[in-house]
Nanobody, 129 residues
Framework: QVQLMESGGGSVQSGGSLRLSCRVS????????LGWFRQAPGKEREGVAA???????SYADSVKGRFTVSKDNADNTLYLLMNSLKPEDTGLYYC???????????????????????WGQGTQVTVSS
């Protein structure tokens, strides 16, 4: 069973930075497709960034140039570095994972909820103006 645990959320002022971490266990980390999502109050959960097992990345337009997704295969950890934060980045941030399809590849593009079967509990990010 793949298990995920986020950390690193907090409260910052507009223009500030945060780095989220997601520790993963229960499966070979290097063979996972991984993503970050967020959910603002009253809104649906949306994809923020994805990283494939091969390290390829993709981002939502709203975060391109400000957020960077990365992973450390040796430490089984997924990261999301968030710079130039805006109040509209406020929300509960989730990491997600799924096994790379046998003989196939991770999906590419802005991540969608139905790409992943395993989810963390979320970490709150609040950006004040």
């Amino acid at each position: 069973q793949v298990q995920l645990m986020e950390s690193g959320g907090g409260s910052v002022q507009s223009g500030g930075s945060l780095r989220l971490s997601c520790r993963v266990s229960g499966y070979t980390f290097s063979r996972l497709c991984l993503g970050w999502f967020r959910q603002a109050p009253g809104k649906e959960r949306e994809g923020v960034a994805a990283i494939g097992s091969d390290g390829s990345t993709s981002y939502a337009d709203s975060v391109k140039g400000r957020f960077t997704v990365s992973k450390d295969n040796a430490d089984n950890t997924l990261y999301l570095l968030m710079n130039s934060l805006k109040p509209e980045d406020t929300g509960l941030y989730y990491c997600a994972a799924d096994r790379q399809p046998s003989g196939g590849y991770c999906y590419t593009g802005v991540p969608e909820n139905n790409w992943y079967n395993y989810w963390g509990q979320g970490t709150q990010v609040t950006v004040s103006s």
